[in-house]
C-alpha cells in the first residue's frame, strides 16, 4: 500500500492510501488536475497522468468546489516534501520552493536600455523587473512569468527604439554636414 500525497484548494493533504484517492475522485471530492506525489516520484503529477490511481476511478461529473473543506489529516505547501516542515504556514523557506525555476529577470538589460538608450521604456522594464523575483518568492509563479515576459518586452522595445534614434542621429547629422 503506496502513501500518497495530494493538493486540494491549494493545500497538501496526506497520506493516503492509492483507494482513498480514487474514492475521492469517484465522489467529485478530487479533481483529475490535483497534484499528487509519493515517494520515488521526482516531481508531483496531475492525479489524471497516473495510471495507477484512474484504474478503477472514474470521475464524477462536477470537481471539487474551491470551498470545500479540505480532504486528509495535514496541510502544506503544495510543492514542498511531504517530509518536509513547512515554515509560518507558507511555502517552503519562505516560499523558494516550486517545482519549476525562477524565470529571467531580464533585471541588467533593463538597466542598460534605461542608461543608454530609452530612459522611459527602460524604468517600465527595471519595475518589471524588480517585480519577477518578488511574484516568485510568494509563490504566485504565473505572476512572475508574466512579470518577466513583461520586462523583456519593454527592455527589447526600448532597445529597438534607442537604435531607431541612434540610427536617425546620424543620418541626420549627415545630411546636415553635407548640406
Known sequence: MSNWYYTLNG???GPVAAEQIQQFIQAGQLPTDALVWKEGMANWAPVGTIAELMAGAAPAASPALAG???LGEQ???PYASPNTPVQGGGMLGGGTS?????PATYLWQSIAVTCCCCLPFGIVSIIKAASVSSKYNSGDYAGAV???ESA???AMWGMICGIVAIVLNIVLQGFIVNA
Open 11 to 13: 493545500q497538501q493533504q
Open 146 to 148: 508574466a512579470a518577466s
Open 68 to 70: 470545500q473543506p479540505a
Open 98 to 102: 516550486h517545482n519549476q525555476p525562477m
Open 152 to 154: 523583456k518586452t519593454w
Open 75 to 77: 496541510a502544506a505547501s
